[in-house]
């Protein structure tokens, strides 16, 4: 579950602050925007935890996001139209349905690939920025670039060691995804102060026991 609560003064953008079962908070960043994307909100079960409802929650959403990690973007550079919005959404239900297939080691279907490779067309536009001379954003960005650059990542972690980098959170009681990028393709846990924590908790209990 998404939380609401103002955390931006310590979490950067693209990791955001999720509410376990039992109340307590921590910080889970998927390392991938469009595995970012899925704690937003999906289809069925998904939907009880939908934070998009128009447009506007989009943008704001992607103030937040790893988007902004790359060049800061507020929710007034994005133009998103509802058709658009509409696609991204679809792309995100799609996306439910692919994660759910590699994390388990099966291929996506046809269908699913091929909506993916449709709404890669287009992607945000760079600019040198003029003032500071780093890289900047032609604004307003579209719905249908955010659409592009959503899908664009999706095709880099299919293709990128197999999909084999994209995994589920190693804790038998936990469905987080992200996409490992670690050096050394050993990152195991959603969230270290999480399910990290509690696995090192119940390891130390067992030796205890022993
Ligand atoms: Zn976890």
Known sequence: ?????????????????????????????????????????????????ETLDRPA????????????????????????????????????????????????????????????????ATTIQPKVDLVTGGLGWVTPITGAQVLGVVAREVIDFLVWDGGRRVRECAASDCRLVFLDTSRSRNRRWCSMERCGNRHKVRTYRARQDE
């Open 1 to 49: 579950m998404v939380s609401d609560t103002d955390y931006s003064g310590y979490v950067s953008k693209g990791t955001r602050v999720l509410t376990g079962g039992d109340g307590v908070s921590y910080r889970f960043d998927p390392s991938s925007l469009p595995l970012e994307l899925l704690l937003s909100g999906g289809p069925g079960p998904y939907g009880r935890f």
């Open 57 to 120: 929650d989009l943008a704001s959403w992607l103030q937040e996001s790893r988007l902004a990690l790359t060049v800061p973007v507020t929710a007034a550079d994005f133009r998103i139209r509802p058709a658009e919005f509409a696609e991204i959404q679809a792309l995100r239900d799609t996306l439910w349905l692919v994660v759910g297939e590699i994390v388990h080691g099966r291929p996506p279907s046809a269908e699913d690939l091929t909506l993916i490779n449709e709404s890669a």
